[in-house]
């Protein structure tokens, strides 16, 4: 079984911004696999399905992005499962609008909610997808840019790296990071 985790912050507010990101992965990734996105527990939005042969939990912590570790802690436990089980799906602004990068492990890199995952569950290893969503411009606060929705010429982009974050959620779940990681980064 594999919980992967979308990062974003709830509500309408928010909805479709840079920071939700990981949000709008899950959504993707829910509808090409007809999983519903119909439950509220542990204080996030699950679904429950399959992707292949593999049961999986898809979810979007209702935390806020800074305390996204809560969600993944309690759903961790519930299921006895270990931080290898964990996907997570988060914005990343030092990368191209567009591109995705594959880890297995490493720190956070300055992203709260990464952080307070590391955190909560203790462990660093677990796999992650990078989206990018672009550089801050010069002048720009950084909360104000990653709240900011992406700009009409961004779409296509962002299109391609949500598309290509599902498939490498796919290809990890059936083949391994090494394959997923080969293909993307």
Request: charged share 30%; hydrophobic share 40%.
């Amino acid at each position: 079984m594999y919980i992967i985790v979308g990062l974003g912050n709830p509500g309408l507010k928010y909805d479709r911004t840079r920071h939700n990101i990981g949000f709008e992965v899950i959504d993707k990734l829910a509808s090409i696999n007809k999983i519903k996105l119909d439950k509220e527990k542990f204080r996030a939005i699950i679904g429950e399905g399959k992707i292949g042969n593999e049961k999986v939990i898809l979810v979007m912590p209702l935390t806020f992005m800074n305390l996204s570790g809560d969600s993944v802690q309690g759903i961790l436990g519930f299921y006895k499962l270990t931080t290898e089980d964990i996907i997570v799906i988060y914005d990343d602004i030092s990368l191209e609008v567009g591109k995705i990068r594959i880890r297995e492990k490493g720190s956070s890199g300055g992203h709260n909610g990464m952080k307070d995952i590391i955190n909560k569950i203790g462990s660093d290893t677990f796999s992650r997808i990078r989206v990018g969503i672009g550089e801050r411009p010069q002048n720009w606060d950084l909360a104000d840019y990653v709240l900011s929705p992406f700009r009409k010429e961004e779409q296509d982009l962002i299109n391609i790296a949500t598309t290509n974050a599902c498939d490498a959620i796919e290809l990890i779940i059936k083949e391994g990071n090494a394959k997923a990681m080969n293909k993307y980064n």
